[in-house]
Each structure stands twice: as structure tokens, then as C-alpha cells.
């Protein structure tokens, strides 16, 4: 299908913050990028998210910085502003609920996985579906009520299996509908096309789940 794409300018506490939207005319996902900032792989997942029929926002929260190297991206997340980024997310999610109908979905890579529970577990009756790429945080797990999947590696030096363990103990607690798919030999980052931990088949996988998971979802 054909998809419409802008690069579009968001107003966060008097500050201007870019977004990328790509709009295919359907339910809207918030897509939350990792720590290297908005770089061109996730432009391109917006695109191909958007070609499956929903509209799809990505806020920058590195505010125009894109992470080359780890050391780099360790270097931003040291200055980075959690207060700011914070505000992006719910400016984007209010931004994203002016051009579609119905709760949203939330996509979010490692550190924008973070903050799609963050956003879920403090937006809750706004939020239909969130999707975990190798992402996890502590929020109050009782608080959500989207359906949540989640894609992780089975040894992850980023994301302890403990902590993974702990979340989805805690949502199925707490009676949240959360699915966990575990993708062997797979190591963090493994779904991005420009870094050489990226999987093809694991990748595969993830998204045709994905896309069957939100199309259900929202």
C-alpha cells in the first residue's frame, strides 16, 4: 500500500523536538527508538509498520544525535535529559491521538522499551497494545492494560533474564495479557539491520508476530 512520510516538528516545554511520521491510514503506533538516537533503520521500520496499515510516530529523543558506536551511545545516555524525554513521549502520544481513532499501540527498542511501559503504566485507558524489543522497566505492572508482547534474546548482556523473568511474573500477576518469545542465539539489538548483532531469520520472526499481534490488537 502506499504511505504518505513527514518529517514533522513538536513543541516540548517551548522546546522544537523532531518526529517522523509515516502514515498508512490505520490505528496509530508510538515508535520509540533505542539509545543511538533516531537513525535511518528506524525511519525505515516506521515505513514498513505504516505499509501494514497503521500511522506511525517516532519521536527523536536525542534531539537530532545519532550514536554511531556503543561508547557513543553511552556518551548520550549520560547527558541525556529523562525529564525531556519523558515529556516527547506523552507530546508524541498527544500528537499521534490528533490524526487517528481508538487506544494506540507503543513500540519501543531497548531504552524506548522502557518508556512504552512507562507510557503504558501511566496512560493506561490510552494504550491498546505494547511491543517490547529487548526493553524492560520497574512501573507498576497492575496499572496496564494493553496487551503486551515482548521479544528477547535468551542471554542478553543488557537486559538481565532475571529482570525479564520478574516482568512478565509480575503481569501475569497482575492479569495482564503478555506474551514473551525468546529467540536463541540471538544477542541485543538483534532486529536492527545496521548493527552487526542483526539476525535475519530471528528478525523475520519477530515481526510477522508483531504485525499479527497489533492487527489483533488494536
Given at each position: 500500500m502506499s504511505i504518505q512520510t513527514s518529517e514533522i516538528e513538536l513543541t516540548v516545554n517551548d522546546k522544537?523536538?523532531?518526529?517522523?511520521?509515516?502514515d498508512g491510514s490505520g490505528p496509530g503506533i508510538l515508535l520509540l527508538h533505542a539509545w543511538w538516537g533516531l537513525?535511518?533503520?528506524f525511519k525505515q521500520v516506521c515505513d514498513r509498520i505504516a505499509e501494514q496499515g497503521f500511522t506511525v510516530l517516532a519521536p527523536d529523543l536525542r534531539d537530532?544525535?545519532?550514536?554511531?558506536t556503543i561508547d557513543e551511545a553511552k556518551a548520550l545516555?549520560?547527558?541525556?535529559?529523562?525529564?525531556?524525554?519523558g515529556d516527547t513521549v506523552f507530546t508524541a502520544k498527544d500528537y499521534l491521538q490528533t490524526r487517528v481513532k481508538g487506544k494506540l499501540g507503543v513500540i519501543g527498542f531497548s531504552m524506548g522499551a522502557a518508556w512504552s511501559l512507562i507510557a503504558a503504566a501511566y496512560k493506561p485507558a490510552?494504550?491498546?497494545a505494547v511491543v517490547l524489543f529487548y526493553g524492560n522497566e520497574g512501573v507498576d505492572y497492575g496499572k496496564?492494560?494493553?496487551?503486551v508482547m515482548g521479544h528477547f534474546c535468551e542471554v542478553d548482556e543488557w537486559e538481565p533474564t532475571e529482570f525479564v523473568d520478574n516482568t512478565f511474573a509480575e503481569f501475569a500477576k497482575a492479569g495482564v495479557?503478555?506474551?514473551?518469545?525468546?529467540?536463541?542465539?540471538?544477542?541485543?539489538?538483534?532486529?536492527?539491520?545496521?548493527?552487526?548483532?542483526?539476525?535475519?531469520?530471528?528478525?523475520?520472526s519477530a515481526w510477522s508476530r508483531?504485525?499479527?499481534f497489533l492487527k489483533a490488537a488494536l
Open positions: 522544537k523536538v523532531k518526529a517522523y511520521l509515516a537513525k535511518p533503520f537530532g544525535q545519532i550514536a554511531k545516555m549520560e547527558k541525556s535529559d529523562s525529564q525531556l524525554i490510552e494504550f491498546g496496564i492494560t494493553a496487551k495479557d503478555a506474551t514473551r518469545h525468546t529467540y536463541p542465539g540471538t544477542a541485543h539489538w538483534f532486529v536492527e539491520e545496521d548493527r552487526p548483532e542483526y539476525n535475519p531469520a530471528a528478525a523475520q508483531t504485525f499479527e
